[in-house]
Each structure stands twice: as C-alpha cells, then as structure tokens.
C-alpha cells in the first residue's frame, strides 16, 4: 500500500499570503489529521477530518483551516500568513475504525514565511 | 500546560543494550498511547501503541509499558541498534487516536 504523500514538500511564501496543502491518505484511510511542529512547541494537533466533515478542532486561530473531499483527500488552508507560521505541516491518516486507531504521518510540508 | 511530557531531551546507548525512553502523563482521560519515531526531514513512522486496558504490549524488539497509577509510560528497545538512532515520541489520545497529544521528544543515540 501507498502510504500518505503530501504535496508541495516545501513552500516558501510571503507574509500576508496564503496557503493550501495537500494530502493523500493512504488508501481505506477515511480520518485525516494535520499537525503543526515547530521547534519551539513541537507538535501540535489543528484538527480531524472524517467523511468530509471536521470532528476533532485543535487550539489554533481561525486563520487556518482544512476540508476534506469525498475521495478522503484533504486540503489544509492557511490565510495572512505570518512569520510564526514557519513550520513542518505534517498530516496523518488511520482508518478510524473500531480497534484501529494508529495513526501514519506523510513526509510532511515544510512552509517557510519570509 | 503540558500534558505529555518527555523529560529527558536526549539519551545515549551502546550498540546491544537496552534503550529505556520514559513519558510522564497528567491527563487521567487519555486512554491510548503510542510511540512514534522520527528521522530529521520525514515524518513520525508509528512504532508500537497500547490501550490503558493493558500494562504491556511487545512488537519484536519493542516493548512498551504502561503504568497507570503513575501516569508513567515507557519504550524498551532490546537489543538497541544504530538504526535506532532517531527522536522518539510519546503520544496520548483521550478520544481514540483521533487527536494525539505528543510530548516534546527524546533524541536517541545508539553507539556502535
């Protein structure tokens, strides 16, 4: 089995732009998640996909946002980027299903705001 | 407020011996933990994980336990090899691996 891709593998974009990520889960794999990591907090949850719809949210501005397509596919969005914003994007994919709840990271997007 | 915590930022081992990583957690809700590893420029690869239902699961070389009164859990890695040498992460789930909580990582060095 394929596992995650995410495409691009690296971007690098001004201040006050935005952004789209995306990511393929690996194939059955019908929950996506993103994460942030930074070296100052590590890695940090934004939020769950699943069916298409948002179920899980972390604690982040509304600035970012993500949506997910009936194919599993999921795209993350970040609008005004900020200098902070400089971070591998990283997203994950389990199946979500009863007695299955590993999840499997992509290479992840390394985003650098300049 | 960290809710996962890695408290020894780097670790080092010989080559055949056994690698102890540790991860402290303070929410009593979490019910799923995994551990994860991670080579600079790729993303974590899923190691082995265990339901607060056991105290232990095994996976080959992997052995990770799991002490609940303590909120204590740790990595076995027997016999370490240099392969081995990576970050390794502690994760914790209070809603069935749908949203993780990592601790801030454990570089691991493996000698040979």
């Known amino acids: 089995k394929a596992g995650v891709t995410q495409t691009p593998r690296y971007l690098i974009k001004t201040r006050g732009q935005q952004v789209t990520l995306s990511c393929s889960p690996i194939s059955g794999h019908r929950s996506v998640s993103w994460y942030q990591q930074t070296p100052g907090q590590g890695l940090q949850f934004l939020f769950e996909y699943f069916s298409e719809t948002q179920r899980n949210k972390g604690n982040f501005p509304g600035r970012f946002s993500g949506r997910q397509f009936s194919n599993s596919r999921s795209e993350m969005n970040v609008s005004t980027l900020e200098l902070g914003d400089s971070a591998l994007y990283l997203c994950a994919s389990s199946f979500s299903g009863l007695g299955s709840y590993e999840q499997y990271f992509g290479p992840g997007t390394r985003l650098t705001v300049t | 407020d960290q809710q996962v915590k890695q408290n020894s930022p780097s670790l080092s081992v010989q080559e055949g011996r056994i690698s102890i990583l540790n991860c402290d957690y303070t929410?009593?809700?979490?019910?799923?933990f995994l551990w994860y590893k991670k080579y600079p420029a790729e993303g974590p690869t899923f190691l082995i994980s265990?339901?607060?239902?056991?105290d232990k699961n095994e996976d080959g070389r992997f052995t990770v336990f799991l002490n609940k009164s303590a909120k204590h859990l740790s990595l076995h890695i027997v016999p370490s090899q240099p392969g081995d040498s990576a970050v390794y992460f502690c994760a914790a789930s209070a809603e069935y691996g749908n949203k993780l909580v990592f601790g801030a990582g454990t570089i691991l060095r493996v000698k040979s």
């Open positions: 929410n009593s809700m979490f019910d799923y």
């Open positions: 265990i339901s607060s239902i056991k």
